[in-house]
Nanobody, 127 residues
Framework: EVQLVESGGGSVQAGGSLEISCEVS????????LGWFRQAPGKEREGVAALIRENTARYSESVEGRFTISQSNAKGALYLRMNDLKPEDTAMYFC?????????????????????WGQGTQVTVSS
């Protein structure tokens, strides 16, 4: 059974940067399609970024050009580098995984396409 543990969240001022991590254990990273989601209070969970293959990803319009998703097979970790943060980026951030049974990942930003979730890490951006 795969386990996902996020870390690296915190409080930053608008315009700042932050990198959050997700440790993936229990199975090789390459077996999964991976993505990042976020949920702000009173709002639905939304997809932020998802890997299609190494160095290729899909991003939501709200973060395109500011956020970068990446992974390290050697470290068994998924990352989200967030630049030029805005107050509206404030949310709990979750990493998610779905077993790659098709041999390729679509880069889906739909939460229902993922089956394993971490507990989340809070990111707060102040103006």
């Amino acid at each position: 059974e795969v386990q996902l543990v996020e870390s690296g969240g915190g409080s930053v001022q608008a315009g700042g940067s932050l990198e959050i991590s997700c440790e993936v254990s229990g199975a090789p990273l390459g077996r999964f399609c991976l993505g990042w989601f976020r949920q702000a209070p009173g709002k639905e969970r939304e997809g932020v970024a998802a890997l299609i293959r190494e160095n290729t990803a899909r991003y939501s319009e709200s973060v395109e050009g500011r956020f970068t998703i990446s992974q390290s097979n050697a470290k068994g970790a998924l990352y989200l580098r967030m630049n030029d943060l805005k107050p509206e980026d404030t949310a709990m951030y979750f990493c998610a995984a779905a077993e790659n049974i098709r041999g390729s990942c679509s880069g889906s930003l739909k939460q229902y396409d993922y089956y394993d979730w971490g507990q989340g890490t809070q990111v707060t951006v102040s103006s």
